[in-house]
C-alpha cells in the first residue's frame, strides 16, 4: 500500500513538473530555444523561469566541450554550471582560459569533464592553483561522486588528507606533499562554494519575489 501511494506520489510530482515546464517554454518561446531539450529536462524551476539568464550559461559552458555530447554530461554532473544565482558567463570563459593556460587544451578537457564546477571559480583564484592541484582536486571530485553520499564523503575525506599531510611522520613526504595539494583547494572549494551559493541563492531568490506594497 505504501509503496503503491508513493509511486503515485512520484508520478504526480514528475506530471506536475513537465506541465509547469511546458507553460514556461511557452511564455517564453525565444529564450527557450537557446536551450537543448535535455537541459531543460535538468534544470529546477527557479532556473527555468530565468531562461534569458540561463542560455548565456549554456553557450558560454558549450564553447568549452568539444561536442554538445559532452557539454551536456557536464551539465548533468554539475547543474550549478547553469544557475544563474551561482555561476556567470565571465567566470566560465575565464576559468576555461586559465585551465587552458595552466594544464594544455587536452589536460583542461579532461579537468572540466571530471570536475565541470571548476569552470564557476574566480579565475584570479583559480590562476593561483599549480596543475598538480587542479588535476588533484578533478580526481578526487571525480571519484567521490561515484559514491553515494558523496558531498559528505568528499568533505570527510579532504579533512582527512589535510590532517595526514600536516604529520609527515605518518606518511612518506612525497605522499603527504600530494595529500596536502589535494586537500587545500577541495577544502576551499567547499567552504567558498557552500557559502557564495547559500548567498547567492537567497539574494537571487528575494530578487524574484514579488514586492509587497
Known amino acids: 500500500m505504501h509503496e503503491g501511494v508513493t509511486?503515485?506520489?512520484?508520478t504526480a510530482s514528475m506530471r506536475s513538473r513537465a506541465l509547469i515546464v511546458a507553460c514556461?517554454?511557452?511564455c517564453t518561446p525565444a529564450a527557450s530555444l537557446g536551450l537543448p531539450a535535455p537541459v531543460r529536462t535538468m534544470l529546477p524551476l527557479a532556473a527555468l523561469a530565468d531562461t534569458a539568464a540561463v542560455v548565456p550559461l549554456w553557450k558560454a559552458v558549450r564553447k568549452?566541450?568539444?561536442t554538445e555530447e559532452t557539454a551536456l554530461a557536464a551539465v548533468a554532473k554539475n547543474k550549478r554550471l547553469l544557475y544563474p544565482w551561482v555561476s556567470c558567463v565571465q567566470n566560465?570563459?575565464?576559468s576555461y582560459r586559465v585551465l587552458v593556460q595552466t594544464c594544455g587544451e587536452e589536460?583542461?578537457?579532461e579537468v572540466i569533464s571530471k570536475n565541470p564546477g571548476v569552470l564557476c571559480c574566480d579565475p584570479t583564484r583559480l590562476a593561483r592553483?599549480?596543475?598538480d592541484e587542479i588535476r588533484g582536486a578533478a580526481n578526487l571530485v571525480d571519484t567521490l561522486e561515484r559514491v553515494s553520499g558523496a558531498p559528505l564523503l568528499l568533505a570527510v575525506l579532504a579533512v582527512a588528507l589535510s590532517a595526514l599531510a600536516?604529520?609527515?611522520d605518518l606518511l612518506p613526504v612525497d605522499v603527504a606533499n600530494t595529500a596536502s595539494a589535494v586537500a587545500r583547494p577541495t577544502l576551499g572549494?567547499?567552504?567558498a562554494a557552500a557559502f557564495v551559493a547559500a548567498a547567492a541563492n537567497a539574494a537571487y531568490a528575494s530578487s524574484k519575489a514579488p514586492s509587497r506594497k
Open 7 to 10: 509511486t503515485y506520489a512520484r
Open 107 to 109: 589536460g583542461t578537457l
Open 129 to 131: 592553483s599549480s596543475p
Open 64 to 66: 568549452c566541450f568539444p
Open 189 to 191: 572549494l567547499l567552504g
Open 24 to 26: 514556461i517554454a511557452l
Open 92 to 94: 566560465i570563459e575565464g
Open 166 to 168: 600536516s604529520g609527515s
